[in-house]
């Protein structure tokens, strides 16, 4: 693999929406062809890298800037970048993607698991929460999120079985890199 040949991944969607456990399974698909891949994902940033950052608009642009300036530099270190983050904002993402090198190097995901089913989820307890207002800024209740407009892909997580949603991430890696091995 040539430093121009590492992608990433970013998949976007609400809280619960299956974003992380997509992104891990991407990731060990990618391990087992001999592939090197990071997961950046943005609760993990949250608690680290970006533990400065409140949940304004302000400071969701910037977490989301921080994650592609990190799958900008791994791409360029001929490593996969697999991008798990809310980012709710378009124009957070759009600039993003210019950031890690457009679509050639970035394919936007939509995991547009309907909120319904994302706040039966709940894995971390945050819809109820915001549900009774122990908890502002909840995007998808309090706060916005804009969906992509023409993603690479959607995928609903409550539809789609999640060896399918890896074949279909996969498949969206140009025809070059599909089943390459590093030696």
């Known amino acids: 693999m040539t430093k121009q ?38 609760d993990e940033l949250r608690i680290g890298l970006c533990n400065d950052l ?9 977490n989301v800037r921080r994650a592609a300036h990190m799958a900008q530099l791994l791409n360029a270190n001929a490593i996969h970048a697999v991008v798990a983050m809310v980012s709710p904002a378009t124009e957070a993402r759009q600039a993003a993607y210019a950031t890690i090198g457009g679509a050639g190097h970035c394919k936007e995901i939509h995991v547009s698991t309907p909120l319904e089913v994302c706040e039966k989820r709940d894995p971390k307890g945050l819809y109820a929460k915001a549900r009774a207002n122990q908890l502002k800024h909840m995007t998808g209740i309090h706060a916005a999120y804009e969906c992509p407009a023409a993603p690479a892909l959607r995928i609903d997580t409550s539809q789609t079985a999640l060896q399918e949603s890896v074949q279909q991430l996969l498949n969206l890696q140009p025809d070059f890199l599909k089943g390459s091995r590093r030696a």
């Open 5 to 42: 040949m590492a992608t990433t991944w970013w998949l976007t969607g609400l809280p619960g929406a299956g974003k992380t456990t997509l992104a891990q399974a991407l990731a060990a698909a990618l391990r087992k062809r001999g592939e090197p891949v990071c997961v950046i994902d943005g």
């Open 54 to 62: 409140g949940f304004d608009d302000a400071s969701r642009a910037e």
